[in-house]
Nanobody, 118 residues
Framework: QVQLVESGGGLVQAGASLNLSCAIS????????MGWYRQTPGQQRTLIIS????????YYVDAIKDRFTIFRDDAKNTVYLRMDNLKPEDTAVYFC???????????WGQGTQVTVSS
């Protein structure tokens, strides 16, 4: 069963940058597309960006296209999210997970809180 540990969040001012990491175990990372999801209170967890097995990024939220970058290091079983020019609306708990149908995503990490003050 996949295990995911997200880290790197924090409280920052608008315009700052953060680097999130997601340590993955229990699966062969190289065989999986991975994504970052985020969730705000009262809202559903939403996929915002993903990376294919070959390293191609896909954006699902227009507002992050020029600010967020996703990386993967299969040798380290880790996926990263670089977030630049953070905005208050980016405040959320960030999770990583495989790219699968929602009903198949049964394991989640604890997430990492990102709070952006104006």
């Amino acid at each position: 069963q996949v295990q995911l540990v997200e880290s790197g969040g924090g409280l920052v001012q608008a315009g700052a940058s953060l680097n999130l990491s997601c340590a993955i175990s229990g699966i062969h990372l190289s065989a999986n597309a991975m994504g970052w999801y985020r969730q705000t209170p009262g809202q559903q967890r939403t996929l915002i960006i993903s990376i294919s097995r070959s390293g191609n990024p896909y954006y699902y939220v227009d507002a992050i296209k020029d600010r967020f970058t996703i990386f993967r290091d299969d040798a380290k079983n880790t996926v990263y999210l670089r977030m630049d020019n953070l905005k208050p609306e980016d405040t959320a708990v960030y999770f990583c997970n495989q790219i699968l149908p929602p009903a198949s995503l049964t394991s989640w990490g604890q997430g990492t809180q990102v709070t952006v003050s104006s």
